[in-house]
């Protein structure tokens, strides 16, 4: 199986991976990269647990092919702090003990980024509907909503 | 397996004319990826068709209709505030695909085109009597939407040909259509029962009418016994009277041949859907009549 060139903008950084054309796009930043920040729940967009953003898109990792990726930027969790500061929406899950196992706390991150990034103010249940795919076995969600919705509030400085 | 990014529909074809072996097209990929990685499909020649120019673009035809790029995500759809004004049926059925992540992917020809009875986008399609134009090694033709699936898993598209664009006919006056699912869950499921009604009213009388439904037979259904039931009655105190929503429910019950599986029994789905064919009509009506919701 010939293996394709795949030259991509990971988190602002350029990047270049080998990848067999029926890699997913997140098994090339897991095993390529070596940006295991993005997880594997299900690998067939149920979970959530590997969401990034594509063009700034908020896609499911597992039902993108890496060889898709080429040319475009790609955001995973890994690009959400800057250095050891926290993103406002890292530290709220901290704050609200937002997280059990922390699987799908990444998966969260990212999407819960990108709809503050379109909608500053959600209501709880455009927050709930948004994140409808991203799966907790652990928390029941409530403490998780709260987080996202107190980091919009920080972010829009309503506090 | 072969990646192909052609940059031309007919340079699609030609790729996909010449394989030999199994060859998928590839849209958004929320079930090409599922199903090569439930090795239900393997395609020896995969043609991703986003690179083509064009294909997320959503352009008014000349005559005031719709034209619908092959790789428009259902969140692009969403926001299309034209679309959403003639067709929210449409635009509504397409949303219920999947979460935030599988809309900024999916498109309305992947759904049409992996062939499931339950796919949510395709009976809004078919109500509002929309038509995907081919193209294949033998040239180009329109097909209407529901002459698309030919049954789970299958559709009468012939090897080496794909669908370039999907057209919305001119919405014209009076006219509203929705879009109705039964799920057990308030997301991410798949339908159990899905019913579209497109109509359009001519002062108190319904003038026409297309009736569509989803998950209650081997492929969609365009049910035009279920359109007769409604077309040519007067409205009653702007409202459609009880015998006419019974002999619309009656139709569509008659027409359904559902199967019996873990997310409801062939009864229920007959049930189901007389519930929903006259729910989705109450809604269609008062779009027709100016509701914006
Ligand atoms: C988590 C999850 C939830 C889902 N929920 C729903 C749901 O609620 N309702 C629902 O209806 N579906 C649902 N789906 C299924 C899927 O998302 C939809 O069917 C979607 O619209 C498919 O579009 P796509 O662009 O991703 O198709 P792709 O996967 O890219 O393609 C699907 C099929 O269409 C063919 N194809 C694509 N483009 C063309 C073309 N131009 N010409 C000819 N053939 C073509 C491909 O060869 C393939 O066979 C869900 C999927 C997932 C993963
Ligand atoms: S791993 Fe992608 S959605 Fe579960
Ligand atoms: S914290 Fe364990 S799955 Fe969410």
Known sequence: ???????????????????????????????????????????????????????????????VLGVEAEGKRVETVEGLSSGQDLHPLQRKFIEHAALQCGFCTPGILVAAKALLAQNPDPTETEVRYWLAGNLCRCTGYDKIIRAVMDAGAEMRGAN | MRFHTPKTFENAVAIAAAASGQTRFLAGGTDVLVQLRAAMVLPDDLIDLKHIPGVKEI??????????????????????????????????????????????????????????PAADSVPAMVAAGAWVSVIGPQGVRDVKVEDIPAGPGRTTLKAGELITGITLPPRGANAGDAYLRFIPRTEMDIAVVGVAVNLRLDGDRISEARVALGAVAPKILLVPAAAQAIIGTMLDDAALDDAALDALAAAAIAAST????????????????????????????????????
């Open chain 1, 1 to 63: 199986m010939s293996k394709v060139h795949v030259s991509a903008t990971v988190n602002g950084d350029p990047v270049e991976f080998l990848a067999d054309p029926r890699d997913t796009l997140l098994d090339c930043l897991r095993d390529q990269l070596g940006l295991t920040g993005t997880k594997e729940g299900c690998g067939t967009g149920d979970c959530g647990a590997c969401s990034v953003q594509l063009d700034g898109v908020l896609v499911c990792s597992c039902l």
């Open chain 2, 59 to 116: 352009t008014r035809t000349s005559d005031g209709g719709w034209r619908i790029g092959i790789a428009v995500s259902g969140a692009e759809l969403g926001r299309h505030a034209g679309i959403g004004a003639d067709y929210p049926g449409v635009v509504e059925g397409m949303q219920l695909v999947g979460s935030t992540q599988v809309q900024g992917r999916a498109t309305l020809v992947g759904n049409l085109c992996n062939g499931s």
């Open chain 2, 258 to 293: 559902p199967i019996s599986d873990k997310r409801g029994t062939a009864e229920f789905r007959k049930d189901i859907v007389g519930v929903l064919v006259k729910r989705a009509a109450r809604i269609a009506l008062d779009r027709a009549k100016g509701a914006t919701k």
